[in-house]
């Protein structure tokens, strides 16, 4: 007998990812626009770098649609909630290189390396260079984030930490972009033909140096606080707000 998922603890396993991908498929069948699993490993990613905590109620149907009801997902809920605070342990972790294995790397799946594996009469017909780049579909879900809460992402006041903000985002940015150099190595298996290029993994370590950058920086600079909005000052002859049905001159803008 298996032991039912939510006794389970830890790290998601490969079972679970595949999990994650197999009820995103459920949902693509009625709803072609559902991404991938790698979007959504973006968009959480952003989700746990911003300044606020976004509610659940306010993010699913940016990600997943406005006719997404978590309590008929609750397996995928669950294990949303678990990659939430393995991504948020790791960013919290004080590592100083990427080869710790605190470290935070994107669950994403090098596409090319994966159809170069292939035996090639299995491989797809079409240009490689048309499929996504290791790790770019994660940017792009990244960015839908920036994209969809601007005000949130906005710079903040100080100006070093406007620095540190615009330098991240250029880096996830950049990820965004194809792979057009020559390939070197492959992300998807250690002896596989090569798929990505030694510029291609650069891009990857500055984008995910910069999630810790936005995660320290919004932590640190705490939720926003914008000005509280004084209304403004009723004319004389207007009735004065306080509902007293006398005009303001003659009540409360008395004196």
Known sequence: MTSSPHRQSGALTPEDFD???????FLRETHEEIPQWEFCEGFLAALVCMRREVPPEEYWPVLLG?????????EFVWRWRRRWQEIALALDQP???LEDERTYHPEALDTRGA?????????????????PADAQVWALGFMYVVESWPEDWAAPRDAEAAEIVEGA???IVALTEGDSRAPA???YSED?????????????????????SLRQVWRSLGPRTDPVRKAPEPGRNDPCPCGSGKKYKKCHGAG
């Open 19 to 25: 999990a994650l991908d197999d009820e995103l498929d």
């Open 66 to 74: 406005e006719d997404f009801r978590p309590m008929e997902h609750m």
């Open 169 to 171: 985002l250029e880096d």
């Open 95 to 97: 590592v100083e290189v």
């Open 115 to 131: 159809i170069l594996s292939l035996p090639p009469e299995e491989r797809m017909e079409g240009d490689l260079a048309d499929l």
């Open 185 to 187: 190595l492959s992300m």
């Open 192 to 212: 596989g033909p090569p798929s990505v290029s030694n510029e291609r993994l650069d891009r990857l370590a500055a984008a995910i140096w910069a999630t810790y």
